[in-house]
């Protein structure tokens, strides 16, 4: 196989840390007609979606989309800074209350402690600062991609295996309806021939060239040899587009319908109970078949 098969859910996570910043990416993917992104972007790496949308591209084709990027700071804070505003608010305060009460001065070390007062102020982000932290995040993001892309790979081999299952079931069906009893020559011929009868001994009667053209159209829809032909042509096609790999969903969900239209066709022709239910089986095989190459990318 040149390529592996691939399926359109997974999930992807990578982080890279650049001077006390986590840099965190995570990437899902569920079915798609599409390949359509979604962005939650942290502030400050809007500048970059365009870059992280052709990052997803390269190593994905089809499936609903969703990347999340995030940048948090480490827990030790960047320094500690005095709240003037609250400070100012304290300080008045403890003098109001120093005219009505009796009592000691605040402390410094008290007056400090109070929540509020003292605040930690993360360290300013420089453009260059911010420069490197944009290659981590493309970095990160294909990263996360390529971790997705692996865990649709993993889920593409599973199936791999479901969709040749299921195909090996529709070409043991076609064989079944290909040898059916009712598709010999004197089946057919008896069928016709008792139809006809029927055809004789309706009370408006018909001309010879009626006959005869009613004859043909019997045989016509009796025939399923097209359909048959079909099936295994399409079986084959399928099982080439497996056997190539790749972003192949699309192809074989095309294949998958003109399956069921064959698989249609034959039950309306049938004239025989066992092969309608060899038809119906067919059906029911296909949709399996169709419910599977729909994960596919």
Same mark, same amino acid.
């Given at each position: ?141 294909? /990263? *996360? +991609?390529? !971790? #997705? ?6 889920? %593409?081999?599973? $199936?791999?295996? @479901? ?72 079986? /084959? *096609? +399928?099982? !080439? #587009? ?6 192949? %969903?699309?192809? $074989?969900?095309? @294949? ?31 949709d399996q078949l169709r419910e599977q190459v729909q994960n596919l990318e």
């Amino acid at each position: 196989m040149s390529n592996p098969l691939a399926s359109m859910t997974g999930f992807g996570r990578a982080e890279i840390l650049i001077e006390g910043i986590s840099v965190q990416s995570e990437v899902r993917s569920v079915n798609g007609r599409g390949l359509d992104v979604r962005t939650r972007l942290a502030s400050g790496f809007e500048q970059i979606e365009t870059d992280l949308r052709r990052i997803l591209g390269k190593h994905l084709t089809r499936g609903s989309v969703t990347l999340s990027l995030s940048a948090q700071r480490e827990s030790t804070p960047g320094e500690i800074v005095v709240n003037r505003q609250a400070l100012d608010t304290v300080l008045d305060i403890a003098a109001e209350l120093g005219t009505r009460i009796d009592a000691r001065r605040p402390s410094i070390d008290g007056i400090l402690a109070l929540k509020g007062v003292l605040e930690p102020r993360d360290r300013p982000v420089t453009a260059q600062l911010q420069e490197r932290l944009d290659d981590a995040a493309r970095q990160c993001v294909d /990263a *996360a +991609a390529l !971790a #997705l892309a692996e865990s649709r790979a993993r889920e %593409g081999v599973h $199936l791999g295996a @479901l969709i040749t299952a299921r195909l090996d079931e529709i070409a043991n069906l076609t064989a079944s309806a290909e040898a059916h009893p009712s598709r010999t020559r004197e089946a057919i011929l008896a069928r016709l021939t008792s139809q006809v009868e029927m055809l004789l001994q309706s009370e408006n009667g018909l001309s010879e060239d009626r006959l005869h053209a009613e004859a043909v159209l019997l045989a016509t829809k009796a025939d399923i040899r097209e359909e048959l032909d079909r099936l295994v042509a399409h079986v /084959a *096609a +399928a099982r !080439a #587009l497996l056997q190539g790999g790749g972003p192949v %969903g699309r192809k $074989l969900d095309f @294949l998958s319908q003109e399956f069921n239209r064959e698989a249609n066709t034959l039950c309306s022709k049938s004239n025989d109970v066992s092969l309608t239910a060899i038809g119906l089986d067919l059906k029911a095989a296909i949709d399996q078949l169709r419910e599977q190459v729909q994960n596919l990318e």
